[in-house]
């Protein structure tokens, strides 16, 4: 099949080698995980056992917080947090980003499921910043921040700004809760622990299939009040599946795995993006990434770009992406850098985006 028939999708599975990620998400991420446990080893049971509550105090841990509870995602542990919040001030609002996962990805979940009310915070291509917080004329039970705002190509606001914003909030009894669904993976940026970013924070949430490269699963942390708490919304939402070690193991195995890992991933998101800047029609957001994840914008429509990217993969068989997003200006993916980027041959890298460089330059100039 030629390059202008072959999908970009069908041409990025082909590819030898992709930049991105952590590899395909086959059976294989679990088998890696349990190669080497006991057969005999006792699962979790609805919430309880030794394999569960291990990790819960491991990261609770890591974390610096009180206590932490396994959950099988994070839509279900963030809407319980900010449940608890407002319950427990009896005001049913909250904050947050108008991009927020919340608000575009869970079909109004909050809503429909807590009858909470949401506000939202700043415009939509721009951080919360503390003047939005203090500019609220609504009365709030809680704000969520996301750390890195994943819409907006995973910027982050200055150390010091948070704190700001952290200190307003207690001051004036506002629970402040972090998406932190990539928390791991900013931690390069701000030289800062888990633990001392979370330390800004009463509740905090993170993955462990993003960065980590998990099957799923979540963690929710916080005072031990509020986790035992959760662990009742938990069985209300059927999150207390009989077993969820499948999911547990595997977070816990790729934790351990990758956490060292976050300042390489860092710098060599830098660098790639550095590399794709210097290509005509090519720009990335952040120009220099905060975290191993950006946006690379296009300024051209898929349509010219998929049949070009389609080639490159087959020319140079190094894969950058399987889609691209429509904007008002061209297209657009995200890139985010995992254990794949340092399989690839950096000098096929290089004369891949050269080669790319002078397609877009022909475009631009017809």
């Known amino acids: 099949m030629s390059?202008?028939?072959?999908?970009?999708?069908?041409?990025?599975?082909?590819?030898?080698?992709?930049?991105?990620?952590?590899?395909?998400?086959?059976?294989?991420?679990?088998?890696?995980?349990?190669?080497?446990?006991?057969?005999?080893?006792?699962?979790?049971?609805?919430?309880?056992?030794?394999?569960?509550?291990?990790?819960?105090?491991?990261?609770?841990?890591?974390?610096?917080?009180?206590?932490?509870?396994?959950?099988?995602?994070?839509?279900?542990?963030?809407?319980?947090?900010?449940?608890?919040w407002c319950d427990r001030k009896g005001v049913k609002r909250v904050a947050y980003h108008p991009l927020s996962h919340l608000e575009i990805h869970e079909e109004d979940g909050l809503k429909e499921l807590h009858q909470i009310e949401t506000v939202l915070l700043a415009d939509k291509d721009r951080l919360i910043r503390l003047e939005d917080v203090t500019g609220m004329n609504e009365e709030i039970s809680c704000l969520l921040l996301e750390l890195p705002q994943r819409e907006i190509g995973g910027q982050l606001p200055p150390f010091e700004e948070l704190e700001a914003i952290s200190a307003y909030c207690r001051e004036r009894g506002i629970k402040l809760h972090l998406d932190g669904a990539r928390l791991f993976e900013i931690t390069p940026y701000y030289q800062k622990t888990p633990a001392e970013i979370c330390s800004l924070f009463d509740t905090v949430y993170v993955s462990f299939y993003k960065g980590i490269g998990g099957i799923a699963g979540a963690i929710l942390a916080g005072e031990a009040d509020v986790m035992q708490e959760s662990k009742v919304w938990k069985r209300r939402h059927g999150g207390d599946l009989i077993g969820l070690y499948p999911y547990i193991l595997s977070s816990q195995y790729y934790y351990n795995k990758r956490i060292g890992k976050m300042g390489l991933y860092y710098e060599q998101?830098?660098?790639?993006?550095?590399?794709?800047?210097?290509?005509?029609?090519?720009?990335?957001?952040?120009?220099?990434?905060?975290?191993?994840?950006?946006?690379?914008?296009?300024?051209?429509?898929?349509?010219?770009?998929?049949?070009?990217?389609?080639?490159?993969?087959?020319?140079?068989g190094i894969g950058m992406t399987p889609y691209l997003n429509r904007t008002d200006t061209g297209c657009v993916f995200e890139c985010s850098i995992g254990d794949q980027y340092e399989t690839v041959p950096q000098d096929t890298l290089r004369a891949a985006l050269k080669w790319l460089d002078a397609e877009l330059e022909l475009k631009h100039t017809i």
Do not use: W
Request: charged content about 20%; overall charge negative.
């Open 269 to 316: 998101a830098k660098e790639l993006a550095a590399l794709l800047n210097e290509c005509h029609g090519i720009r990335t957001l952040p120009e220099v990434p905060v975290s191993n994840m950006f946006h690379v914008h296009f300024a051209y429509p898929p349509a010219e770009v998929e049949p070009v990217l389609a080639e490159m993969y087959q020319r140079f």
């Open 3 to 84: 390059s202008e028939t072959l999908t970009l999708a069908d041409a990025f599975r082909q590819a030898e080698f992709t930049v991105g990620g952590n590899g395909p998400r086959k059976i294989k991420v679990l088998q890696e995980a349990i190669l080497h446990l006991d057969g005999e080893m006792d699962s979790d049971h609805y919430g309880r056992g030794e394999t569960i509550e291990q990790f819960q105090r491991q990261m609770a841990e890591v974390l610096g917080k009180e206590a932490a509870v396994f959950f099988p995602s994070g839509t279900m542990a963030q809407q319980i947090a900010l449940r608890i």
